[in-house]
């Protein structure tokens, strides 16, 4: 099959590449973190991106040891920013299902962080919320080991899988992440904008920190402010940036 030897040969030829999209908090508008997105730097094509080849990489597994790259290289460059004099910033890595059920994915994560030898509070997984409703035992079992390594979970794209909440309660989890796509017409839509309440609600009720997607608009981010979402992401401060990019946002103002 074509695409799987071009998917298997870009690894060997090193032609994936991170990008990371600056997470900033609303209230004091610092840069706390930053989400990690893979890119296919193709010979020809030029910059595909994750949607036109992480299903791919699913079907034929590989996605497995392209996670386990993404893992390392995403911890390895946070370890590089803070040897650069940057604060700490936190690093979210987004996990596919198949991903967190492979075997020894725990100590894949140990090894990876004391190699990088950053904080594993400064590493977030993005998880989805269909993969924690298929709650099989050891769903349990390995998010309890992050929560006692101290590795943060993230809920990615809340609100579009499963309308049960039962897991939120049932498992350590530390942020949702409001879907991009209740965002997109929060200031016009009214449905989109009660769901958006609705869930920092439930965020704050529930303890949990709140972080909004795909924020591309002052109005957005200031009707999120005033409603007291915590964190967001978006285009409206930054679109995903090589890591050269991430260390210019602090660099002293001339
Ligand atoms: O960067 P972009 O918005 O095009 O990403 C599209 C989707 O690809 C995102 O929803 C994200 O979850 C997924 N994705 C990006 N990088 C990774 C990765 O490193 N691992 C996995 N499993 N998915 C990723
Ligand atoms: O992991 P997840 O599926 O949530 O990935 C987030 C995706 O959303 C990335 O592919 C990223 O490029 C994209 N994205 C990030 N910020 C914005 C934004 O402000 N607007 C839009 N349309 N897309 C965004
Ligand atoms: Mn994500
Ligand atoms: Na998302």
């Not at 709650?135 to 992050?146: A, E, H, P, R, V």
């Not at 995903?240 to 103002?253: A, D, S, T």
Request: glycine residues 8%; contains cysteine; hydrophobic residues 40%.
């Amino acid at each position: 099959f074509a695409m799987e030897g071009a998917l298997r040969r870009a690894m060997e030829r090193e032609e994936f590449t991170l990008y990371y999209q600056p997470q900033v908090d609303i209230k004091s508008g610092q840069v706390i973190g930053v989400e990690a997105l893979l890119r296919w730097n193709h010979p020809e094509r030029g910059l595909v991106p994750p949607g036109e080849f992480v299903p791919l990489l699913e079907e034929n597994n590989l996605i497995i040891p392209v996670g386990e790259w993404v893992l390392r290289t995403a911890c390895a460059q946070c370890r590089a920013w803070q040897d650069a004099g940057l604060p700490p910033l936190r690093m979210a890595v987004n996990l596919s299902a198949r991903q967190f059920r492979q075997e020894n994915l725990v100590e894949m994560i140990d090894s990876i962080l004391l190699e990088t030898g950053i904080s594993p509070k400064l590493l977030e997984l993005e998880l989805t919320e269909g993969l924690l409703m298929e709650n099989t035992s050891d769903t349990s079992l390995i998010l309890g080991q992050f929560k006692s390594r101290g590795v943060q979970v993230a809920i990615d794209d809340f609100g579009t899988g499963y309308s049960s909440l039962s897991y939120l309660k049932r498992f350590p989890i530390d942020r949702l992440k409001i879907d991009q796509s209740f965002v997109r017409d929060i200031i016009i839509d009214s449905n989109d904008a009660a769901i958006a309440v609705a869930v920092i609600s439930l965020g704050r009720s529930l303890g949990l920190s709140v972080i909004a997607e795909g924020v591309e608009t002052l109005d957005q981010l200031e009707f999120l402010g005033v409603q007291k979402c915590d964190e967001y992401q978006g285009y409206h401060f930054s679109r995903p940036v090589p890591p050269e990019e991430i260390v210019c946002l602090f660099k002293p103002e001339k």
